[in-house]
Each structure stands twice: as C-alpha cells, then as structure tokens.
C-alpha cells in the first residue's frame, strides 16, 4: 500500500510538470504557424491530451474481452465526457478564485464565447445522439457513423470559425535550456511540436502509473470494475487536461484552458462513444446512465449562461463541477 501511494504521489507530479512543458510547447507552436485560440485549444491541446483516456478503452474492449473488459471499457467511456464536463469545470472556476486572492487575475472569465458555445453545443448533441439514440435504432452502427459525422463538421466549423490568434507567446523552454549550445531559433516551430510530444509522452507515462496505483488501492477497497472505471480511473486520465487547464487560467489564457476541455468533450463524446456503440453491449443503466445525464446537464447549464448572460461565471464553472462531488457521494455511500 505504501509503494503505491508513493506511484500515486509520483505520478501525479510527473503530470503536473510535463503539463507545464506541453502548454509552453503547444502554445508557441500555434503562434508560429499563426493558428487562433480556438483551434490550439479544441483541437491540437484537446486531442492530444485525451490520447491516455482514449486508450484506456480501447485496450480495455480489444485486448481484454468478455464482461469485465466490457465494464471497463464502457464505464471508461462514459466517464471521460462526466470528468471533463464536472471535475474540470471545478478546477477551471476554483483556478479563477485562488488567482482572485492572491491578486494574479481579476475575478472575470474571459473565454471566447463564440469558441465556448460551438465546442459545448456540438457535446450536449452528440453526446445525447450517443446515449439515447442507440434505444431507438436497432442498428447501432448507423448512431457511430453519425457521431463520427459530427466530430468532422465539429473540426470544419472550428477551423473556419473566427477566433483571435495566441496574443502572448513565453519562450520555449527547450530554448532556455539548450539555447547557448543549439540554434534553437531557427528551427523554433519543430522544436516547439518535439517538446509538446515529449510532454505528452511523459504525461501519458504520469497517468497510467497513476491508474496503476489507482487500480491497486481500489481492488483492496473492493471496488466494482465499472464504478472504478467511471469514477476513479478518468481522475487520473483525464488530469492531463485539467492540468494544462488549471496552468492556461492561472496565467490568464481562458480560452486556451476551456477550449482545452471542452474540445476534448467533443471528441470524447464522438469517437470513443462510436466504438463503445458498435463493440459493445452499450446497455446503459443505472449509475453509467446517471453520469452521462449529469455531464449533458452541466455543460447545458454552461451554455445556458452563455445565452442568457453572455459571460461564464467562475461560480458557474464551480456549481456546475459539484454535480461530481455529488455523484461521487451518491455512488460512494453503498461502501
């Protein structure tokens, strides 16, 4: 118990600094291909963070078949989207407040609205597609080809949508440490893209110890496969992007931080979500159905006050992240 306490600790660490190193990389990236917000944050930050929860089911389906395989891969699923839309939005409001004390940001969210409501309108209508569609047509692979759909026309309309470009751009940390022995101005942008994909290695790395650790402790708690897997596992999965989030709004790069999220919403409610539909059972009850239901009301009420009030509150974002504390109570008391 005490070596895995000690992975989880480790681990944990290892995520938030590669976190660290994979913002600096992906942000000057973006600058130097003169790439708007909107799609360093949705697309290029949101899809290469999600790669360690994608994984997960995958192997989980692929490579360990039968009922528990099944388990954990749909409770994987599921709990990716729940994650990002409750846990994340927590960590992205609490950020905003803790900078508030200590006199880093004004108390003011200033995402881009635009950006926010397009990425969270495509999550609510495709991730409901994925979870009640699949009820009403018999042929489930006809409900994957259509999230696979939507996920495209979701890249179309970010890349072509108005968004301002990157205004600050830190110097990359590759630089700071080889630069007096490389010329590494002239060759800035492949530089930038190299140490992006090293921290997305090492935050891949941080997270399955993380899961790992994880998964020892839950099994001496005596943890069903499913619950571990939507409420536990994506903790730990889904800390790459809360991580570069939590870093994005502490520096006041909102948009950055909530278009790392809820790009990867989008994503993780499109394409995992079809190969949970055609590869499994995809029967889903109970507490899996109750997650899904609280993710699509959290992001609702997100959009909400973005078209009612044209602003997001960090006591939004934070009311909105409690239905997470609240299902983990709900799902927490039978133990």
Request: charged share 15%.
């Amino acid at each position: 118990m005490t070596v895995d306490f000690f992975l989880l600790i480790f681990s944990l660490l290892l995520i938030l600094l590669s976190a660290e190193v994979f913002t600096n990389g992906i942000e000057v990236f973006g600058k130097k291909l003169s790439l708007s917000q909107a799609v360093v944050g949705s697309i290029l930050a949101a899809v290469g963070t999600a790669l360690p929860e994608t994984i997960l089911p995958m192997v989980a389906i692929f490579l360990h078949k039968g009922d528990v395989g099944n388990s954990i891969g749909i409770g994987a699923i599921l709990g990716a989207p729940f994650m990002l839309a409750t846990l994340a939005f927590l960590m992205i409001g609490t950020t905003v407040c803790i900078s508030y004390f200590i006199k880093r940001r004004k108390f003011v969210f200033e995402a881009e609205l635009s950006t926010i409501k397009r990425d969270i309108t495509f999550f609510v209508i495709m991730y409901s597609c994925g979870i009640f569609l699949p009820i009403f047509i018999k042929h489930h692979f006809i409900v994957a080809i259509l999230l696979l759909i939507g996920y495209l026309a979701y890249l179309y309309r970010t890349f072509k949508s108005e968004s301002e470009s990157i205004l600050h751009e830190e110097k990359l940390y590759f630089e700071k440490i080889f630069g007096k022995i490389l010329p590494v101005s002239k060759f800035k942008t492949i530089l930038s893209l190299i140490q992006a994909l090293f921290a997305l290695l090492i935050m891949i790395k941080g997270a399955h110890g993380f899961v790992t650790a994880l998964q020892h402790i839950s099994e001496k708690f005596g943890f069903d496969p499913l619950l571990f897997a939507l409420l536990i596992a994506p903790v730990a999965t889904e800390l790459p992007e809360k991580f570069n989030s939590v870093t994005w709004t502490f520096k006041g790069r909102d948009t950055l931080a909530m278009g790392n999220v809820t790009g990867a919403m989008v994503f993780q409610s499109t394409f995992p979500v079809a190969v949970g539909i055609v590869f499994t059972d995809w029967n889903i009850t109970g507490y899996a159905l109750l997650s899904a239901c609280l993710a699509i009301l959290a992001g609702s009420i997100i959009l909400g006050e973005i078209h009612l009030r044209k602003r997001i509150s960090p006591f939004t974002l934070i009311f909105s992240g409690s239905f997470y504390l609240i299902y983990a109570l709900i799902i927490l008391k039978p133990f």
